[in-house]
């Protein structure tokens, strides 16, 4: 059970002060009055509008959950709205249901407590009051007598030296409230800065001189040199190898494949010589058949009319198979050669059928797969040996030249350091702050920064600390400045933008809080850090 706040006014109250007698309806079907106090209902993991409540229960002011009649719901009753005065917990039994869902339950198994804390909350809307107060909405302690008033809280007495105590912390409280409005930490150098963009020798090879100075300014994209790549021993001794056999290999089939023109032509004046004797011996052989057939259909007619036997048309008959033979066979030899033929003029060497030696053709379509591999391998050295042009990666300034050029570079090695002209994001400010002093400082903490030149402050974050103050790849504050006496490092990020090119001299201010100076006390650092789990200053 929530207990209401100490003064708390109810919206919605009676407007009629009434008493609370009649604790059942005319009708018998109701044993309480009802309240129009706002409250919302929570069960079956959701919270519903309450459209009023008594004691027994309560009538929904919307679709409830999914339930049946007389189903028992674990439930809790939070009255007032939208600030929670009281709940009470208790279980509602479904009592009237409509398309499903509950629109109206019973409170059963509700502790004593909360029972006359709901009977008192009734009496007052009832009797037109708008002001509770606490001891009047508590249910009564056992033994209470009726009509007399409960005694409030009381401030215990305090000894001298707890007085003493009291005193001295709000002293030292107040103390070091002051002391924070007034102490700050101040950097001994601090500058605008800005990350530092380098250029690197993209591979190993040997640099000419270069002809730039710090102060030089670049463009996008401007050639600055070329850089004279250097093949490894090992790739060399690689490749070179199989460049020569390429060649060799390309020499050879030169040499084959002239040998095997000429010996295609050879075979195709073969060929065409063989099918022209073929042709002639199956034309002869035509028209001896032709012949041969006028002469048996001469001898067989005269056999007919007996000036000759049929023996001797049987010998002519015979004679004309013969030729017959010998036509297929000349048809078939002509077929052979024909075929031949058509091998010759389709560039395969063939003997009874089968090949012989690979055609010209076929050592031109290895000649040009060698003739690929050699190009490919002759551009790869090409392009190991082929000039590499440097140039601007963006609008920007040379701020360090780290090689002079006319000598040999690794891959990756930094040629060149430049300051972006134009970059956007907010101006930063490296300064320099002692050791001892970083304690006071956090990560987040406003701070305020006087630029060089400027006559007032601008405001910023700190958002970066480093004990270490070495450069790690920024511009603006000069190395030299970092190691003459133990600093740390602390980047700032302006609110708004500054005037001040990137080295511009400037002063960070930044307050002390007056957490960060108790923290700093002996025997308070546990309550400030650890007791109020406030988190310490970020240290990179």
């Known amino acids: 059970m929530t207990a209401i706040g100490p003064e708390t006014r109810f919206a919605g ?43 027994g229960g309560a009538a929904l002011d919307e679709n409830g959950p999914p339930a049946r009649p007389g189903d028992l719901l674990n439930a809790r009753l939070l009255i007032g709205d939208p600030n929670v005065l009281a709940a009470v917990q208790l279980r509602a039994r479904i009592l009237r249901v409509r398309d499903g869902r509950a629109v109206a339950c019973e409170f059963c198994d509700m502790a004593a407590e909360d029972s006359r804390l709901l009977d008192q909350l009734t009496q007052i809307w009832l009797g037109g009051r708008d002001v509770v107060t606490v001891p009047a909405a508590l249910p009564a302690p056992p033994g209470a007598v009726p009509g007399r008033r409960l005694p409030g809280l009381r401030m215990p007495r305090l000894g001298l030296p707890a007085l003493l105590a009291l005193g001295f912390g709000l002293l030292l409280l107040g103390g070091g409230w002051v002391a924070s409005q007034r102490m700050a930490v101040y950097s001994d150098f601090a500058a605008v800065a800005q990350p530092m963009r380098v250029l690197r020798a993209p591979q190993a090879g040997n640099l000419p001189p270069l002809e730039l100075r710090p102060g030089t300014a670049l463009r996008q994209g401007q050639a600055l040199v070329a850089l004279a790549p250097v093949v490894p021993p090992q790739v060399q001794a690689d490749l070179a190898p199989r460049l020569q056999a390429a060649e060799a290999r390309l020499r050879e089939l030169e040499e084959e494949r002239a040998q095997a023109r000429a010996g295609f032509e050879t075979f195709r004046l073969r060929s065409e010589a063989t099918l022209r004797a073929a042709v002639a011996a199956r034309q002869l052989s035509e028209r001896q058949v032709a012949t041969q ?197 602390v980047t700032v990020a302006l609110d708004a933008p500054a005037a001040g090119r990137t080295g511009t001299p400037a002063l960070l201010v930044a307050p002390i809080s007056i957490r960060l100076l108790l923290q700093q006390l002996p025997g308070l650092s546990w309550f400030v850090t650890e007791g109020r789990g406030a988190a310490a200053p970020h240290l990179a």
């Open 293 to 489: 057939e006028r002469i048996l259909q001469r001898f067989e007619a005269l056999a007919r009319h007996g000036i000759l036997s049929q023996v001797r048309a049987d010998q002519e008959e015979v004679l004309l198979l013969t030729l017959r033979r010998g036509l297929a066979e000349a048809q078939s030899a002509e077929a052979a050669a024909r075929h031949g033929l058509n091998d010759a003029l389709g560039g395969r060497f063939t003997s009874d059928g089968r090949p012989t030696q690979r055609s010209p053709e076929d050592i031109e379509r290895e000649a040009r797969g060698v003739v690929a591999t050699r190009d490919e391998l002759r551009s790869t050295l090409a392009g190991l040996t082929a000039p590499v042009p440097l140039r601007s990666p963006c609008d920007c300034t040379v701020v360090q030249v780290t090689s002079a050029g006319g000598a040999f570079v690794s891959e990756g090695e930094v040629l060149l350091g430049l300051a972006e002209r134009g970059a956007s994001g907010p101006v930063e400010i490296d300064a320099l702050v002692p050791s001892g002093r970083m304690a006071f400082l956090r990560q987040g903490q406003a701070v305020r920064v006087q630029m060089a030149g400027s006559p007032d402050p601008v405001t910023g974050r700190i958002a970066a600390m480093n004990l270490n103050a070495e450069n790690a790849g920024r511009i603006g504050l000069p190395d030299n400045l970092r190691s003459l006496k133990p600093y740390g490092l």
């Open 13 to 55: 109250r009676s407007p009629v002060p009434q008493a609370f007698t009649a604790l059942q309806s005319p009708s018998g079907n109701r044993r309480h009055p009802r309240v129009r106090l706002s409250a919302r209902l929570e069960m079956a993991g959701d919270v519903y509008a309450v459209r009023d409540w008594s004691l």
